[in-house]
């Protein structure tokens, strides 16, 4: 059974770790930021109304992306586990998972956080923004979401670390360093 949460700033990795260790476990990677950036692209009523904070960088609210992680992971291929990459971004979206994986009797096996310095973030969000063309990966998005990471989404880190949660992996080294390592920590 595999059940994690991916934390981290934006570019410490989330995506690429959560990608293939999803694939290793044969369990779906639910990454809100990819459901979100889908709507977007299929302009749907969810699409429309997320765009703008999509694009300034800001997290969408709580009243539109909580019903959509439930609603995803009611989905029956989450029956054998997930790896949640971008979500919980605040003390809220966090507690509201504690009571929702109460209810459907799953409950998490670890956090991993990803720590990774500014210098790095940056310079893997500028390259992203580069090769994939994402939208959000422009100088002034990258500095907004970096505060609203520190702002909204580190305290997260002592959330889960007292409650045992909490395991860390040093994500400074390339990307197949931190795969290894992560692989020791998660104990899969
Ligand atoms: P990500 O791909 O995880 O970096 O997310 C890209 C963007 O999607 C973020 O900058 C937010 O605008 C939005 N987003 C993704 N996940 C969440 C979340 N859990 N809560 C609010 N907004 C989110």
Redesign the pocket.
């Known amino acids: 059974m595999t059940r994690l949460i991916f934390l981290g700033p934006?570019g410490a990795g989330k995506?690429t770790q959560a990608k293939q260790l999803s694939h290793s476990c044969d369990v779906p990677h639910i990454?809100?930021?990819?459901i979100?950036r889908a709507a977007v692209a299929q302009q749907t009523e969810l699409g429309k109304k997320a765009q703008s904070?999509?694009n300034s960088?800001?997290?969408?609210p709580d009243e539109l992306?909580l019903g959509l992680v439930r609603e995803r992971l009611a989905v029956e291929d989450t029956e054998q586990g997930w790896i949640l990459d971008?979500?919980?971004?605040n003390v809220e979206?966090a507690t509201f998972l504690d009571e929702l994986l109460q209810e459907i009797e799953q409950p998490l096996d670890c956090v991993v956080n990803l720590e990774a310095h500014d210098e790095v973030v940056l310079s893997r969000l500028i390259q992203r923004g580069l090769v994939e063309g994402r939208s959000?990966d422009t100088e002034d998005t990258i500095r907004n979401?970096l505060d609203v990471y520190r702002k909204n989404t580190e305290p997260l880190i002592d959330f889960y670390r007292n409650r045992q949660k909490l395991v860390s992996v040093n994500s400074n080294q390339p990307i197949e360093k931190v795969a290894e390592d992560l692989l020791k920590v998660v104990e899969i």
């Open positions: 934006p995506g990454s809100t930021g990819d979100f904070y999509l960088g800001e997290l969408v992306t971008g979500f919980p971004r979206q959000d979401r």
